[in-house]
């Protein structure tokens, strides 16, 4: 079976523009997680999505932005982009909404110049 | 404040040595537990995790936790390293029963020499 899959592999983008990185799930998985990793710190929780709902946000600012379609997959959308905003993208899924395993894709690396 | 602490930044040991690996949280209630581990420029494979039940907890690799509620830890350990181990581990808490929001450690980074 195949696990999460995450599109682009890498991203290179200018200071201002948008992006826009996507994530299908394992199959049968109804929650996909976004999450932020800076080089050298561990992974921080920007979204939840379940059902197509939101269900969780981190303490990010609302130039970060996600949704989850019919099929479970999702975007997450980000703009005007800053360079702190380099970073690994990692997207997880599960089955469950609520503590469930979380499964990671191999994550979009975003370099903003 | 709420948090997940992976004290050690670093550890080297020697191939075949046995590893510790230390993870304490702060959360009231008896938190979900993972161990993942990230090779570079890959994303977190799940090691273990620990929900309930018996305390010591067998996962992948070769590689076991044991959850210590007195001391708020969950250790991860091997008792002989390979050099394929070289990698970087997270410790992660889900602090509630609602939601899956994982809260990560900082990582430590394991080098083998051989």
């Known amino acids: 079976d195949a696990g999460v899959t995450q599109s682009p592999t890498h991203l290179i983008k200018t200071r201002g523009q948008h992006v826009t990185l996507r994530c299908s799930p394992i199959?049968?998985?109804?929650?996909v997680s976004w999450y932020q990793q800076v080089l050298g710190q561990g992974p921080q929780f920007i979204f939840q999505?379940?059902?197509?709902?939101?269900?969780g946000r981190g303490n990010f600012p609302d130039r970060f932005s996600a949704r989850q379609f019919p099929n479970y997959s999702s975007e997450l959308n980000v703009n005007a982009l800053l360079l702190g905003d380099s970073a690994l993208y990692l997207c997880?899924?599960?089955?469950?909404?609520?503590?469930?395993?979380?499964?990671f894709g191999p994550g979009t690396r975003l370099t903003v110049l | 404040a709420q948090s997940v602490t992976q004290p050690d930044i670093h550890i080297t040991v020697s191939e075949g040595a046995s590893l510790e690996l230390r993870c304490n949280y702060s959360?009231?209630?008896?938190?979900?537990l993972f161990w993942y581990v990230q090779s570079p420029g890959q994303g977190l494979q799940l090691l273990l995790k620990?929900?309930?039940?018996?305390?010591l907890v067998q996962g992948i690799k070769g590689f076991e936790a044991e959850f210590k509620r007195s001391q708020s830890s969950f250790n991860l350990r091997k008792p002989s390293v390979h050099w394929s181990d070289a990698a970087e581990y997270f410790c992660?808490?889900?602090?509630?029963?609602?939601?899956?929001?994982?809260?990560f450690g900082a990582g430590t980074i394991l080098r083998v020499k051989s």
């Open positions: 199959s049968g998985h109804k929650s």
């Open positions: 992660a808490v889900v602090p509630s029963e609602y939601g899956n929001k994982l809260v």
């Open positions: 959360y009231g209630a008896t938190p979900y």
């Open positions: 997880a899924s599960s089955f469950r909404e609520n503590t469930d395993t979380q499964y």
């Open positions: 620990y929900f309930s039940g018996d305390t």
């Open positions: 999505y379940y059902e197509k709902e939101e269900r």
